[in-house]
């Protein structure tokens, strides 16, 4: 069983970043393909980024790419997320999620993933 915990989120101004970190517990965490995701106010949850267990391979939403990075440090059971150029659309409460062995492409969808954090408020001002 993996624990995950989010920290990191606050205001920001639009143009600004805000790096995310999420701390897992449990021995096999280089085993998990980690996500984050994220759900705007009123609207459905949805996918950020992806890092695959084996560590090489990354996937974003497009709505994040070229602004968001995701990374992972095994030796110490953490993912982050850096976000930089934030928009306001980036406002959402943010979520870590692990999945064990989820492949890339299979990453993409909550459902695959068994275990995840409380979430974290990111809040971009205009």
């Known amino acids: 069983q993996v624990q995950v915990v989010e920290s990191g989120g606050g205001l920001a101004q639009a143009g600004g970043s805000l790096r995310l970190s999420c701390a897992a517990s449990?021995?096999?965490?280089?085993?998990?393909?980690m996500a984050w995701f994220r759900q705007p106010p009123g609207k459905e949850r949805e996918f950020v980024a992806a890092?695959?267990?084996?560590?090489?391979?990354?996937s974003y939403a497009d709505s994040v790419k070229g602004r968001f990075t995701i990374s992972r440090d095994n030796t110490k059971n953490a993912v982050y997320l850096q976000m930089s150029s934030l928009k306001h659309e980036d406002t959402a409460l943010y979520y870590c999620?692990?999945?064990?062995?989820?492949?890339?492409?299979?990453?993409?969808?909550?459902?695959?993933?068994?275990?995840w954090g409380q979430g974290t408020q990111v809040t971009v001002s205009l």
């Open positions: 449990g021995r096999t965490f280089s085993e998990y393909t």
């Open positions: 890092i695959v267990w084996t560590g090489d391979r990354t």
């Open positions: 999620a692990a999945g064990q062995r989820l492949a890339a492409w299979s990453a993409g969808w909550s459902a695959n993933y068994a275990y």
